[in-house]
Each structure stands twice: as C-alpha cells, then as structure tokens.
T-cell receptor, first 113, second 111 residues
Framework: DAGVTQSPTHLIKTRGQQVTLRCSPK?????VSWYQQALGQGPQFIFQ???????QRGNFPDRFSGHQFPNYSSELNVNALLLGDSALYLC????????????FGSGTRLTVV | GIQVEQSPPDLILQEGANSTLRCNFS?????LQWFHQNPWGQLINLFY???GTKQNGRLSATTVATERYSLLYISSSQTTDSGVYFC?????????????FGQGTILTVHP
C-alpha cells in the first residue's frame, strides 16, 4: 500500500520564478494538507483541500495557491518566489472523516537562489 | 492561535538511557499527537493521545488535558530513536484540520 508520494524530491529555483509541487495521497485518503518547514523549525500549515475545495488556510500570502484533482492528488503552486520560501514542503493526507490518522510524505526540498 | 511549547529543545543520550519529553499547550485541545521526524525528513505518527496514557513498545505517552500538558517517554533508547520529536495539536472548532506543531525536541542517541 503506497503511502504519500511527493515530487520532485529536490528543486532549485531563482527568485521571482514560479514552482509547482505535487502530492499523491495514501490510498483511501481524500484530504490533502500542505505544510512548510523552514530549517530548524516545526512545520507550518499552509492549507488543506477536501472535495477539490480549499477547506482551511494558514497565514500564508496569496502567492501560495493549490489545487486538488478528482483523484484526490494535489498541487501546491508558489508564485514570485522569495529567498525566504526556501524550505521543506510536506504533504499530508488523511480521511475527511477525522482530524487524526495523518500520513506525511517525505517532502520536497525547495531552494530559492 | 494555540501555542505549543516543547522541552527540552535538545537532548543527548547514550544508548540504553531513558528520557521524558514534555509539551505544554496554551488552550484546551481535542487533538494531541506526537510525531517523530527522522534525519531524512520523514514524519511518522507515534501517538494520537488527546487524553490518558498509551504505550507502544518502548514508547509511551500521557496527556493531562485539564492541566494542558503531554509527556512522551522513551525507554532503553536506541540510535534509531534519533531525530526530532514534535508535539502537534489543534484547538478544534474552526481550527479543525489545521495542525499546530511545537518547535520540536532534537534527540541524539549515541552508541
């Protein structure tokens, strides 16, 4: 049973560029959440998608946007990249019926230069 | 929003030692979890424990919701226990689905 799959694993972008990160949830899960983890910090909640809609959003600017597809997979898009966007981006999937049972992917390490 | 404070921030142990990690939270919660992040970044859920005590092998956890703290016990530590331990919660209600992580405790276990 595949867990959460994220791609790519590593990415280097230049300031001002745009980036798209992808996440495939664990089989049987229908909810996808995205987190940003800066070096030495705990993950920070970006947003959560359920039934192809953004259900919750953290304190992140509109440069951060997302999408969920009918097969429950999700994308995180970041526009106008800043140096401060360099971080590990984690995707977590869960079942929409409960606020536990989260499975995290291994993350995408984004470096903005 | 809810604040989650973990202590100690760093912990260095010799293999076989026992340890206790603490998490204090600023508001009542209906969701308290402990996660382990290995050196490669993978987050693994250890316990879902909004109240009471649970044990899983060498690990156990206790949450006293009325006093707003949770403890994670690691006994007979092994080098594979190294990594960062996060206390995670949300305050329910409109925060449903929005997990708040503590800053973590970095555990290093030496052989």
């Amino acid at each position: 049973d595949a867990g959460v799959t994220q791609s790519p694993t590593h990415l280097i972008k230049t300031r001002g560029q745009q980036v798209t990160l992808r996440c495939s949830p664990k089989s049987g899960h229908d909810t996808v959440s995205w987190y940003q983890q800066a070096l030495g910090q705990g993950p920070q909640f970006i947003f959560q998608y359920y039934e192809e809609e953004e259900r919750q959003r953290g304190n992140f600017p509109d440069r951060f946007s997302g999408h969920q597809f009918p097969n429950y997979s999700s994308e995180l898009n970041v526009n106008a990249l800043l140096l401060g966007d360099s971080a590990l981006y984690l995707c977590a999937s869960s079942s929409g019926q409960g606020d536990y049972g989260y499975t995290f992917g291994s993350g995408t390490r984004l470096t903005v230069v | 929003g809810i604040q989650v404070e973990q202590s100690p921030p760093d912990l260095i142990l010799q293999e076989g030692a026992n340890s206790t990690l603490r998490c204090n939270f600023s508001d009542s919660v209906n969701n308290l979890q402990w996660f382990h992040q290995n050196p490669w970044g993978q987050l693994i859920n250890l316990f879902y424990i909004p109240s009471g005590t649970k044990q899983n092998g060498r690990l156990s956890a206790t949450t006293v919701a009325t006093e707003r703290y949770s403890l994670l016990y690691i006994s007979s530590s092994q080098t594979t226990d190294s990594g960062v331990y996060f206390c995670v919660t949300n305050a329910g209600g409109t925060s449903y689905g929005k997990l708040t992580f503590g800053q973590g405790t970095i555990l290093t276990v030496h052989p």
